[in-house]
């Protein structure tokens, strides 16, 4: 049959774009695809908090200066007939001219008061020079450091001249008197304000602004010069903080137009609304308005702070819209400062606006200091022109007829438009210009609810949005509507609340103040309340009492505590999280909030949230118990108690799934530590000298001479992995054999030069274990890796019921086996906190001298107190940790030397012949020892140490969860918008997967014949122990001991090549591929029991480490079973070139169901371990009954079952849902040797397939108690795949080649040469794997290479 050999492009096979992918990509879940995978655990970035006033001032004193010398006109101005002349309203010809200056100076007076009624009112009616000063002194002198307002009217004397003068009279009134304004700045001091009413009164600020130069200058002379003679004056005040207010430019005169005023600008300041609405009239568009006349206006009903009457909600409607208009126009700082500081001040400046534009439509053109941008012709107010359109339309029926006032729809319209821009934006655009009138709308009691609605949906934008809301000045609306008892308002606030304190917790001290939090209590306490506000309610409330005494307070009388506790079991996993973390920082160094969690039995309330399904929620109930115990208050006997309590229900969460949980429960763990440091110390002590005294047999001592590696042509340079950069790229004891393995070291060990390009990125290849801060451990990971082996580990599992004196010692045992966990900020915690006790036990129980003393002393430990004596002579030799080198391993104690910076010489050897560092400490790593360069510390702090704990230990864990309110959570997320990135890139990923997944059904279905077409030959850095392909791109996975490589089979090139992590005894036995259909994880399992998962491999990011727990934790590679003795012979032959030797076992063997995401794992243990990957946690250990290792699994979910297979032969199939006595359904026992492989069909009747070294593959009906089929293969076999589509199976054998039979047990192929290479024999097989959809088969080999077999091409 012939085939084309395009067969993947024709349009036959190849998918067309338009179908849709396959829907069950869509429905399959995804593991560590949680936040707390892709994030890093921290709070959000502190915005810098500008919306508080930092200095709220008050206006309060007011110089009211008129020289209107009434009837006689100054000599400067000519006056038009007719002309304006009305000041205040009043016309001053009305009546006699000392009584025209009175009513006017009262009159202004009064309309000052309707802004300000507080502040004191002096007048100075046609003064002389001595009388304003007088005025200004006594005014400031009152005022102290607050503000005072001096209002100059000059229309009845000369304009102010360039010299900086204004004008004022005699005694007699016979002469005009200037009077600088330098004098004026120093009676009126600062800070001030100015309102200057006369022609050219540009010309005063221009002068003032000089004159404050001057000042300033005169200033900064005397501060230079003490002897200078200004020095000796009397300084002058600086006038930085004034602010001016003129009618018009230097140029320009007041208006004469007998319409309007004459003081038009102090009318439009002081009376806006009266002006304005007659300035509205005399337009030409008010004609549009019939029988409106100027008198009509006079009768307008209602009172300016009435806002339910017109004239008062004309007056409302104005305040919004000038302040939105200055909002929008102004910079953010002026804003506040002109606007927001002085409620005076914002009043003036709001009706300045008002005055620009109506002075600027008589050519006058109002100034200010400081400037303001232009604002006559912003849209604005064209609404304030229809909203006085539509209230004076209805004036002459409300006033001939009575009809009732209709109240204006300018607020519901701004209100809807900000709607509108709610719904219609995009992202990235302007902030709305309505949000002031939002603020103003709160006031309203009709548009409260839709007002805090919008409000609240514009803060879920995110933390910018909270941040434009404060500035604005929303704080003061929201903290008094707290005192609303309406419960229709209560979620609304509650979210709202909830946004501002997750952007400003600062806002707590407020709350407190106002006694807000009770607010939040009642709703927390009021169980008809959703969950979801009662999760705002308790976050708000976990902010005020955060590291705040008044809060912890004055919630704990709220009953707070009592509150929470009864929502510790509430089914929002959100609001048991917050709950949690409120209990936590309530009594967070507040013993009587402690005291009342112990009375109300808190802590034990806790522990059932100690195994939530949600890991967030286990860690919240960790940091809770964690601070319940980290109280720094006395001790008593009750208390400590408790704490043990506490302490060993914590201990159990020591294999938690979640790194999340562990480093909280590091954290925990450290406050018990700190709270109980010199019984830790005294255990730290019997572990340290137990340590010396014991050596362990561990397969890591024994290194056979076979057993080292030979020298690769080229060293592979491992790229250094984000999540490892701190301490373990590659470079620490911990790895370093990574690098040394290439090294020849011959069996004397003789001495072998390397230079750094060996080491891949570090220089300082011997240093033990750095903190980030790059501080020398006391304990180095071997040390704390060989105590953690040589404590009586099996106790680890029984840890409850122990007696209390030992709580101690079990805890230090927790915490020894923390710093060993392969997430690396977990070891990074507990390394911190054993390390700060072992320093201080040290520090206490070491003699004055010890440089010659071989180990510790032998004499009984000085009774640890809780402070170290720190010895540190200054001639003597600092304590150093190195010279005290124990027996571990013979070597002689190097004298310290200095650590060097970056560069290093090529190693030499420090005692003739010795071998090169990795040989001489083979594995274990003496505790005090570090390597050949020691550092000599001697830096300032004693001991050159400090100490490592301190109360800044935390994991950022609840400013994390705090930032879920910070962020949106109305908006869609990214994944479900259909028109996202994220969503087209996964809609590609699906339709690459069914195009796979058909084109190669179409191959497998029409059969393989022969599989020997080598596509893809490669040396791999390591050897390969596992391969794995991925099941849809052209990317195969291969691990060596420790690492793992990344090759594109089709291209052929090497993609990626990054360290495990492993310690150096173990090695990778499995990998799996997770969310292989999507995102792709990499699983990989080590026979230590410990599984790590990886993300953004094979591309040009750096591999991130997402999470990593130990599956198994019995798995002590000193602990390993052996194989029955019938297998043992064979698989001990076989197991030589599997590097099996000196472990003897399976290593740990998984298997990974994506549809359910639970992850089987299983190895050298007695039970099949299944991990639940959304919850993080441990869901079933089924025990296999057997007494030996299980070598394989394989499991199907639609019908529950696991088919185990074991070193002892027999092949085990368990039913999951049924209890751990009766879920061994089946056991065949028909191999009589170590099974390779055991694999069950996914069909629902499929049967399972299984494979003994002896070469026996025996098929068996998961029903029937005898296989069904039997095919003998060959004998020796050291690894087995069998492909999941195409009815294959593949065999790699010790005897160097690979047989490939097909279902009828027919070899299909047997390989045995590599192509080119001028036919190579093919090395020991040590791995081999199909592709789970392709008939493609991997294949590593003892000899370095990587090959992959395919079907022949034409089939391709």
Known sequence: MKMDSDLLHSPAVGLAEEEEADMNDWKLPLAFMKKRHSEKIEGCKALAQSWRMKDRMKTVSVALVLCLNVGVDPPDVVKTSPCARLECWIDPLSMSPQKALETIGANLQKQYENWQPRARYKQSLDPTVDEVKKLCTSL????????????????????????????????????????????????????SIFVYDCSNAGIIVKSFKQFALQREQ?????????????????????????????????????????????????????????????????????????????????KIPGRLNDRRTPLGELNWIFTAITDTIAWNVLPRDLFQKLFRQDLLVASLFRNFLLAERIMRSYNCTPVSSPRLPPTYMHAMWQAWDLAVDICLSQLPTIIEEGTAFRHSPFFAEQLTAFQVWLTMGVENRNPPEQLP??????????????????????????????????????????????????????????????????????????????????????????????AEHRTMAVFILAVIVNSYNTGQEACLQGNLIANCLEQLSDPHPLLRQWVAICLGRIWQNFDPARWCGVRDSAHEKLYTLLSDPIPEVRCAAVFALGTFVGNSAERTDHSTTIDHNVAMMLAQLINDGSP????????????????????????????????????????????????????????????????????????????????????????????????????????????????????????????????????????????????????YTQIWRVLLHLAADPFPEVSDLAMKVLNSIAYKATMNARPQRILDSGSLTQSAPASPTSKGTHIHQAGGSPPMPSTSSSSLTNEVPKPPTREQPATRPPYTPTLGGQAPHSHQFPRTRKMFDKGPEQAAEDSDEPGGHRNYISLALQTGLCDWSAKYFAQPVMKIPEEHDLESQVRMERQWRFLRNTRVRRQSRCITQRGVSRLDD?????????????????????????????????????????????????????????????????????????????LRIWKNFADQKNPEMVTAWQGLSDMLPTTRGQPSASAHSLARRVSIYLDRSKQGGAGMVVDWEQETGLLMTSGDVRVVRIWDTDREMKVQDIPTGADSCVTSLSCDSQRSLIVAGLGDGSVRVFDRRMGPNECRVMTYREHGAWVVKAHLQKETDGHIISVSVNGDVRFFEPRTPDSINVLQTVKGLTALDIHPQANLFACGSMNQFIAVYNAN?????????????????????????????????????????????SAEKRLR
């Open 218 to 298: 005169e200033l900064e002379v005397a501060a230079i010069n003490p002897s200078h003679p200004l020095a000796q004056m009397p300084l002058p005040p600086s006038m930085k903080n004034c602010i001016q207010l003129a009618a018009c430019e230097a140029s320009e005169l007041l208006p004469m137009n007998p319409d309007l005023p004459a003081d038009l600008f102090t009318s439009c300041l002081t009376t806006p609304i009266k002006i304005a609405l007659r300035w509205f009239c005399m337009q030409k568009s008010a004609k549009l308005v019939p029988g409106v006349t100027l008198d009509l206006i006079e």
């Open 1014 to 1090: 080598q596509i893809f030959i490669n040396r791999n850095p390591g050897v390969p122990s596992v391969v794995k392909f991925h099941p849809f791109n052209t990317c195969i996975a291969v691990a060596d001991k420790d690492s793992i490589c990344f090759w594109d089979w089709e291209k052929g090139e090497r993609l990626d090549y990054f360290y495990n992590g492993n310690p150096r005894y173990t090695r990778i036995t499995a990998m799996e591929y997770l969310n292989g259909h999507d995102c792709s994880l990499l699983l990989t399992a080590t026979d230590d029991g410990a």
């Open 660 to 807: 999340v949980v562990r480093k909280e429960l590091v954290v925990a763990l450290s406050h018990l530590v700190v709270q109980y440091e010199s019984n830790f110390c005294t255990v730290a002590l019997q572990f340290i000298e137990e340590e010396k005294n014991y050596t362990v047999p561990s397969p890591a001592n024994t290194t056979e001479p076979g057993n080292l590696t030979p020298v690769s042509p080229a060293i592979p340079r491992l790229r250094s992995v984000n999540s490892y950069t701190n301490i373990r790229a590659a470079t620490t004891a911990r790895n370093l054999n990574k690098s040394l393995q290439n090294l020849n070291l011959n069996e004397e060990g003789g001495p072998a030069a390397f230079s750094p390009g060996n080491l891949s990125t570090s220089s300082s290849a011997s240093s033990t274990l750095g903190s980030p801060d790059n501080d020398e451990y006391i304990l180095s990971f071997e040390t704390i890796d060989k105590m953690r082996r040589v404590s009586s580990y099996s106790s680890l599992n029984s840890l409850i019921g122990v007696s209390f004196n030992s709580v």
């Open 437 to 530: 009138i939002v603020l103003q709308v709160l006031l309203s009691q009709v548009h409260r609810l839709r007002a805090l609605d919008l409000l609240g949906r514009f803060l879920d934008l995110g933390p910018w949005a909270v941040s434009l809301a404060l500035s604005v000045g929303i704080f003061p609306y929201v903290l008094k509507l707290l005192q609303s008892s309406a419960r229709e308002l209560r979620p609304l606030l509650v979210f709202i609340w909830a946004k501002i304190l997750a952007v400003d917790s600062s806002c707590q001290a407020d709350l407190v103040k106002d006694n807000g939090h009770k607010y939040f209590l009642s709703v927390l306490a009021d169980s008809y309340m959703p």
């Open 140 to 191: 400031r002198r009152n005022a102290k450091e607050e503000r005072v307002l001096f209002h100059y009217n000059g229309h009845g004397v000369p304009r102010p001249t360039v010299n900086g003068e204004i004008w004022v009279f005699n005694k007699n009134y016979t002469q005009y008197i200037p009077l600088s304004i330098y004098d004026l700045q120093t009676w009126m001091g600062s800070p």
């Open 1305 to 1349: 047990g027919d070899v299909i192929s047997n390989i045995k040469y590599y192509d080119g290479f001028m036919g190579q024999r093919i090395g020991a097989i040590s791995c081999l794997a199909f592709h789970p959809y392709w008939p493609h088969l991997a294949v590593g080999s003892n000899d370095y290479y990587m090959s992959i077999y």
